[in-house]
């Protein structure tokens, strides 16, 4: 019998993360003891039992977490706060809280003056995804190859660290360790950004007249297509990163304008060394993606 890295995980939101990370649990040993899920919505839990992927259900946060070695919040980052107060004063001394969000200074602005002395605060970011949301949305492999990083504040107790880097590999995820300021700045271009290009340029399209929109859809390339995948994802959870991210985005956002308007120089003026030059660092970096088994 494998002792598992954490006997009783408490997720706090069950989408699709929350619900990957529990059918993980199921098919990977040593993960967990025991899965307890909570939700919003009574209707939410009732899919999860009917799933059978959590030991438990609780519609009271406060029920779930208690007595959890290791709690996660797995919802939109904007309820991180209101969900922080009300765990607090029922997570168990020693436990490990953690979360999955995508913006890691506002989980330390918002949680961080809730969470105990007694227990062990460490925020959380694995970077894997789909544009499907809900209990039913989850598989168990969604982590592997990807990459968790970990945003502990300082002082933060390195064998909770290390207990929660080993919960995230042996899911199969690739984890680092980083300054919550860095990862806000890097995440911004490399995830924010593209999600906001993809559903601006969805917005312009639906925008159209009705027969060119028409025409859109039905003729649409795979490089709309692929921008129409991302900009299916939840709203709620992209707006409250948006949100949080504010400063990073806008920042990453204000670059890529005056690199967009320098293409759009180029393409004006027939400037041809400039476009060539642009493409071809674009290709060296989705080759680089590949190389990194990344793509």
């Given at each position: 019998?494998v002792?598992?890295?954490?006997?009783?995980v408490?997720?706090i939101?069950?989408?699709?993360i929350?619900?990957?990370i529990?059918r993980a649990?199921?098919e990977f040993?040593g993960?967990?003891?025991?899965?307890?899920a909570n939700?919003?919505?009574?209707n939410?839990?009732d899919r999860?039992?009917?799933?059978?992927?959590?030991?438990?259900?609780?519609?009271?946060?406060?029920k779930?977490?208690?007595g959890?070695?290791?709690v996660?919040?797995?919802?939109p980052?904007?309820?991180?706060a209101?969900?922080?107060e009300r765990?607090a004063?029922?997570l168990k001394?020693?436990?490990?809280?953690?979360?999955?969000g995508?913006t890691k200074?506002?989980?330390?602005?918002?949680?961080?003056?809730?969470?105990?002395?007694?227990v062990?605060?460490?925020?959380?970011?694995?970077?894997?995804?789909?544009?499907?949301?809900?209990?039913d949305?989850?598989?168990?492999?969604l982590?592997?190859?990807?990459?968790?990083?970990?945003?502990?504040?300082?002082?933060?107790?390195?064998a909770?660290i290390?207990?929660?880097r080993?919960?995230w590999e042996?899911?199969?995820a690739?984890?680092?360790?980083?300054?919550?300021?860095h990862?806000?700045r890097?995440?911004?271009?490399?995830?924010?950004?593209?999600h906001?290009?993809?559903?601006?340029?969805c917005?312009?399209?639906?925008d159209?007249?009705d027969?060119?929109?028409?025409?859109?859809l039905?003729?649409?390339?795979?490089?709309?297509?692929?921008?129409?995948r991302?900009a299916?994802?939840d709203?709620?959870?992209?707006?409250?990163?948006?949100?949080?991210?504010?400063?990073?985005?806008l920042?990453?956002?204000?670059?890529?304008?005056?690199?967009?308007?320098?293409?759009?120089r180029?393409v004006r003026?027939?400037?041809t060394?400039y476009i060539?030059?642009?493409?071809?660092?674009s290709r060296k970096?989705?080759?680089?993606?590949?190389?990194?088994?990344?793509?």
């Amino acid at each position: 019998m494998v002792e598992p890295v954490f006997q009783r995980v408490a997720l706090i939101g069950i989408g699709l993360i929350g619900s990957s990370i529990a059918r993980a649990a199921q098919e990977f040993p040593g993960l967990a003891g025991e899965i307890v899920a909570n939700a919003r919505s009574q209707n939410s839990l009732d899919r999860v039992t009917e799933l059978g992927f959590a030991d438990r259900c609780e519609i009271d946060p406060a029920k779930a977490v208690a007595g959890a070695d290791c709690v996660i919040l797995c919802s939109p980052v904007g309820t991180y706060a209101e969900l922080a107060e009300r765990i607090a004063p029922a997570l168990k001394p020693g436990a490990v809280l953690t979360d999955v969000g995508s913006t890691k200074q506002s989980v330390i602005r918002d949680v961080g003056p809730f969470v105990p002395q007694d227990v062990h605060f460490v925020p959380a970011h694995p970077i894997a995804g789909t544009e499907f949301s809900g209990p039913d949305s989850g598989f168990a492999t969604l982590f592997q190859g990807r990459w968790c990083l970990l945003t502990p504040p300082p002082g933060t107790d390195e064998a909770a660290i290390s207990g929660l880097r080993k919960f995230w590999e042996l899911m199969g995820a690739q984890t680092a360790t980083m300054d919550a300021a860095h990862h806000d700045r890097m995440i911004a271009i490399v995830s924010h950004l593209p999600h906001l290009i993809a559903f601006t340029i969805c917005g312009t399209a639906d925008d159209l007249a009705d027969e060119t929109r028409q025409e859109v859809l039905q003729y649409a390339a795979s490089g709309f297509r692929d921008f129409t995948r991302i900009a299916a994802s939840d709203p709620v959870m992209w707006r409250d990163i948006f949100l949080n991210n504010r400063e990073a985005l806008l920042e990453m956002l204000g670059r890529f304008t005056e690199d967009a308007q320098a293409m759009a120089r180029a393409v004006r003026w027939g400037d041809t060394n400039y476009i060539e030059d642009k493409i071809n660092r674009s290709r060296k970096i989705r080759q680089s993606l590949i190389e990194l088994k990344q793509a």
